[in-house]
């Protein structure tokens, strides 16, 4: 227990400071984030460059600060509507079962045989390239385990004394999903959405990295990543910064899905 306490204080703490910097960029940046001085290319860190400045003398820091802005953006709006959708789907398979369980688990089951990256650059390469593109894709791609969650929390309460009592009571299917069995297995939801953050960071960083993703001149850290590639070894810093903040978001949402688990779920 105090392991988990521990691990959710610790990925608390690492993910207010990422959203902070993340907001603290809507009104402020130590530098223009597309300023280019041709005389500070490639600068190592230092007081007035924190995170030093790339191949066209931008300041790295701003940008990392402004490319969490962007790809927390991407990943909360995935996850927000990944769990919309798989909520309705998950209540509907588990409460109503039969013919409608059976629909719907094929549909998950047959969209979760295929890579989930794949399925991605499909849906972003057949569809108009934009920054809402990505959203679109990675939502589909994490409805289906989503979607098992939901269901599987579900069938766990529907048959549950306090659900028949209700339903006695006459209590409306939608109600008793939405104020009794919803409530009962929002810990567990809870717990995989916030892993499911750490993943949709991955997801857009590798989507980016591969030029679907954000689109200049908005940075991303998976775009900075690629950008960086070419002089990796002349200015290391330059990768390492949005790698850092990658790596640091990641373990702390992490440590905030595991915390919810050991502490609400064990």
Request: aromatic residues 8%; positive net charge; charged residues 10%.
């Amino acid at each position: 227990m105090n392991h988990g306490k521990t691990q959710l204080r610790t990925g608390l703490i690492l993910a207010s400071v990422i959203a902070g910097l993340a907001v603290l960029s809507l009104f402020w940046t130590p530098w223009d984030i597309n300023q280019m001085d041709t005389l500070s290319r490639m600068q190592p860190p230092s007081l007035r460059h924190l995170f030093g400045t790339d191949n066209m003398g931008r300041d790295v820091f701003s940008r990392a600060i402004v490319g969490g802005r962007f790809t927390l953006a991407v990943a909360l709006s995935t996850v927000a509507g990944c769990t919309v959708i798989s909520s309705v789907l998950g209540l509907l398979s588990g409460y109503a079962g039969g013919i409608t369980d059976e629909i719907i688990m094929r549909i998950v089951d047959a969209v979760s045989s295929f890579p989930g990256l794949l399925i991605a650059l499909i849906i972003v390469t057949v569809m108009k390239q934009s920054n809402y593109t990505i959203v679109i894709a990675l939502c589909i791609t994490f409805v289906p385990s989503f979607t098992r969650i939901v269901r599987t929390g579900t069938l766990q309460y529907k048959n549950a004394d306090f659900i028949k009592s209700n339903k006695v009571f006459g209590d409306s299917d939608v109600r008793l999903l939405l104020v009794h069995v919803l409530p009962n297995i929002l810990p567990l939801l809870l717990s995989s959405v916030i892993i499911g953050l750490s993943n949709a960071i991955l997801a857009e960083s590798g989507m980016s990295y591969l030029g679907l993703g954000i689109q200049p001149p908005a940075p991303s850290w998976g775009r900075m990543l690629y950008e960086s590639q070419s002089y990796i070894f002349n200015a290391p810093w330059c990768a390492l910064a949005p790698g850092l903040m990658i790596v640091v978001t990641i373990v702390a949402f992490n440590c905030i899905g595991e915390g919810i688990r050991k502490k609400y779920l064990a």
